[in-house]
């Protein structure tokens, strides 16, 4: 803790002596404001990013600057008259130095009309380097990883690129957490994933990480956002081009243990029309081993119980995305968008059961054969358009989503029973089925409005209608030996039907003053939600109206160093799984169940931030600290008859705070590189559970990645990640390392080869305690994560580069601002 806390006083000491260091002139009674927009030379493609630096002749001190956007523009304001020289600088670039910039009275709007970077080429013998963009960008709200400079996660899916991201942890079930935060928020575009309903690692699976561009990281996202993730935002943004004519990007993997996918990504434009498409397939077998040791103390006497598992799961899965852009003039825009994605995973375990006393003397003996298929249909059709107005950056947008995924299984357990006391050996019998039917409509409507006040300001507000009609229909069967069939246990199946409805309205403002730039806005909702059990027509209704206000400040030391700090409020809401009754049999000595009481958890969030360039590294730094009321947890207590049960409660209190420090950039111009730490400590705690429930942990986690390009066709990339023990309500998960190689070789403009190993020294293993009244569990567990990929990439009329100069008529990453 000590550490903790030196670290936090250097850091804002370092703000100290930052702020008395910036040098700047006193404002005039005129102020006038200074343009332009930042291309590349080769490609007339934006530059975002870049830095614009304004300096004072006399004695080369800086004055002012800023950053150009997404499309590349950028503006200067409160200039006071005076003769200046500028300087335009990105990473991978050579600086372009304008020398005389002059802002008079008469002159109050300088426009430096386009400024056009030429990428840097560094000879090293035989070695030629060219800039390119940074892995890791830091914006003003939110990390930009661009997911194609990431070799690791080359031939896999969206979960691969998760697993290498800052700040983003991945457990053995395919479960994301933000900072020790497992409560996230997956948006895909901008927009909800279409795939609500499903778990977040079958969402993550159905995406060929070839597809996507960037990963965004929003932690306090602004009211604009839905308040749901108490986390954060994790937006996925896919490839889609504009560019003139047909072009693509083919890509297509083999791995080892029978792995195998492939991907298209093609775009044609001509005229007002863009047509956009992405197709992918993928085959993966995926083995899995587990062990569990409980000790029961509950009856009084001592029992021990060992299970060890093994499974193989065959996944099938493809995904269409199909779209079509028309501009309509140079003020209206509309886009169609169609999704398809299918899933299938047939899964065949064993589990071995013993039973024995404290003198290891065993009582029962058994063993369980599980079957399970899923099959997953996922539609989502989109229809959104664009309204720019004469007034720069007015902008009306509206979307219109319904999607429909739909979900079959069908599950057998049977059990063979050893005889400790009969020497024939076993006595075989069938045990019990489940078959499930589920489905998940949504609709969504949403609208947004921007309405610039002025240079520095503007009013933002919209709306947001989200309903959704969830049907769960599971039942149980028990096997009748005496006639050969299997007879439904009415008792023990379930038919939950889930209505919700969300209406949200909220209005943002932004300025700036001086240095200074702030957002306030707040976000209104209310929240409806119908539950029925039609087994026995119980219903459980809830309806709660809520407000989620969010706080922006930032402040300017020089163009190259800002302060920020932001709040927001969060909520979890219990999702439908969370909320059913039905309980699970698949492990009859391990019953789960959902709770129909669930109440949504709400979250204060804060956070400290400082970015800074040191050098050729961009550095950023924050203090966060989050706050949380009314969590849901996941709580297991033992019976009589020694079978644990897991359900979800809603405790009283959680406190995750922390720092974060990520820094990325070059030692060299052939040696990229990016890591990243995280520290936090968790707080769990509720006195007026059973015996109090407390519990707590110093977490860390660390990443670091490293590119070295050997000559000009030749890279390498070595990353390697350490995930701390963390805790929860009623244990803790041990720590997790792995280590990643991969190899890219480039034969011509249009085609390369990629060589990639994930978890080379085969570390990446999963073990977790849990204790509670009367027990403490010991579990264990790995899947395949030691896999050889080759991969081949096909790059059709430059699909990534264009030369052409056309007009980005639509572009979704401006749904994350």
Request: glycine content about 6%; proline content about 3%.
């Amino acid at each position: 803790m000590r550490k903790f806390s030196l670290t936090i006083i250097i850091l804002f000491l370092n703000i100290i002596v930052l702020a008395q260091q910036s040098n700047r002139q006193a404002p005039g009674n005129f102020q006038g404001t200074i343009k332009g927009k930042v291309i590349d030379i080769s490609t007339s493609q934006p530059i975002d990013y870049a830095n614009i630096t304004l300096f004072n002749p006399k004695d080369s001190t800086v004055v002012n600057g800023t950053v150009s956007d997404e499309t590349g523009v950028f503006n200067i304001s409160q200039v006071n008259p005076g003769r200046y020289y500028a300087k335009v600088t990105f990473i991978g670039y050579k600086t372009n130095t304008i020398k005389s910039v002059v802002v008079t009275p008469k002159k109050s709007i300088v426009d430096l009309g386009t400024i056009s970077l030429t990428s840097s080429a560094v000879k090293l013998g035989e070695v030629v380097v060219k800039g390119d963009k940074d892995m890791v960008v830091t914006n003003l709200d939110k990390q930009v990883i661009n997911v194609d400079k990431d070799l690791s996660s080359s031939g896999g899916t969206a979960l691969d690129v998760m697993q290498n991201i800052p700040s983003l942890t991945v457990d053995i079930d395919g479960n994301v957490s933000l900072r020790g935060n497992s409560n996230v928020t997956i948006l895909i575009d901008g927009k909800p994933s279409g795939l609500a309903g499903l778990q977040s690692s079958d969402v993550l699976t159905s995406i060929p990480a070839s597809s996507i561009k960037s990963v965004e990281l929003v932690t306090n996202p602004s009211a604009k956002y839905d308040p749901d993730g108490t986390a954060g935002i994790i937006n996925i943004v896919l490839k889609k081009k504009s560019n003139l004519g047909f072009n693509g990007i083919f890509n297509l993997n083999a791995g080892t243990g029978d792995k195998y996918n492939g991907s298209a990504n093609l775009n044609y434009r001509t005229g007002d029309f863009n047509f956009f498409g992405n197709f992918g397939g993928r085959i993966a077998n995926d083995d899995r081993v587990g062990a569990t040791n409980r000790t029961n103390y509950y009856t009084g006497n001592t029992t021990l119980l060992n299970q060890t598992s093994s499974s193989t799961e065959s996944r099938k899965m493809g995904n269409i995305n199909l779209g079509a852009d028309y501009l309509l003039n140079d003020f209206n825009t509309f886009t169609f968008n169609f999704q398809y994605r299918n899933f299938s995973a047939p899964n065949n375990g064993t589990q071995n059961n013993t039973t024995t006393d404290e003198l290891n003397d065993s009582s029962a003996y058994y063993q369980t054969l599980n079957n399970t298929s899923r099959y997953i249909n996922s539609y989502t059709y989109t229809t959104s358009y664009k309204k720019e107005f004469e007034k720069k950056d007015e902008v009306l947008t509206a979307d219109v989503i319904y999607s429909n995924n739909s979900m079959t299984s069908n599950s057998s357990t049977d059990n063979i029973l050893y005889s400790l006391m009969d020497s024939t050996g076993y006595i075989p019998y069938k045990d019990i089925k489940n078959t499930s039917n589920n489905f998940n409509n949504e609709w969504t409507v949403q609208s947004n409005y921007v309405n610039p006040l002025g240079d520095n300001n503007r009013m933002e507000v919209g709306f947001k209608s989200y309903i959704r009609h969830l049907g769960m229909d599971y039942n149980f069967y028990n096997y009748d030996g005496s006639n050969d069939i299997w007879v439904n246990n009415y008792n023990r199946s379930n038919n939950f039907d889930y209505k919700q409805q969300i209406h949200a309205i909220y209005g943002i403002y932004t300025g700036a003053a001086g240095d200074f730039k702030y957002q306030a806005g707040v976000r209104g909702e209310y929240t409806n939600t119908n539950s029925k059990l039609l087994n026995n027509n119980q219903t459980f209704n809830d309806q709660y109206r809520s407000l989620y206000p969010s706080i922006y400040v930032a402040y300017d030391f020089t163009p190259l160093q800002e302060l920020k700090i932001s709040y927001s409020r969060r909520v979890d809401r219990p999702n439908p799984w969370q909320l059913n009754p039905f309980i699970n049999y698949s492990d009859s000595l391990n019953l789960s169940y959902g709770n129909p009481d669930l109440r949504p958890q709400y979250t204060n969030s804060y956070e400290l931030g400082y970015s800074t360039v040191f050098f050729d590294f961009n550095i950023t730094s924050s203090v966060f600290y989050k706050q949380t009321s009314g969590l849901i947890t996941q709580i297991s207590t033992l019976t009589q008859n020694n079978v644990t049960e897991t359900t979800f409660l809603n405790i009283s209190d959680e406190k995750n705070y922390g720092a974060e420090l990520i820094g990325n950039g070059s030692f060299f111009p052939w040696w990229r590189f990016n890591a990243n730490v995280s520290y936090f400590r968790r707080d769990i705690n509720d006195p007026y559970y059973i015996n109090g429930l407390s519990n707590y942990s110093y977490s860390y986690t660390g990443r670091v990645n490293s590119t070295w390009m050997l000559n000009k066709t030749l890279s390498f990339q070595i990353s390697s990640t350490y995930n701390s023990p963390s805790v929860s309500a009623q244990g803790k998960v041990n720590a997790v390392t792995f280590t990643d190689f991969a190899l890219k070789k480039d034969f011509s403009q249009n085609l390369s080869a990629t060589l990639r190993i994930s978890d080379i020294f085969n570390q990446r293993r999963y073990s977790s305690e849990t204790y509670g009244d009367g027990f403490v569990s010991f579990n264990s567990g790995r899947r395949d994560s030691r896999v050889l990929y080759l991969g081949i990439s096909y790059n059709l009329n430059n699909y990534k580069q264009s030369k052409d100069k056309v007009k980005d008529i639509n572009n979704d990453e401006e749904m994350i601002e």
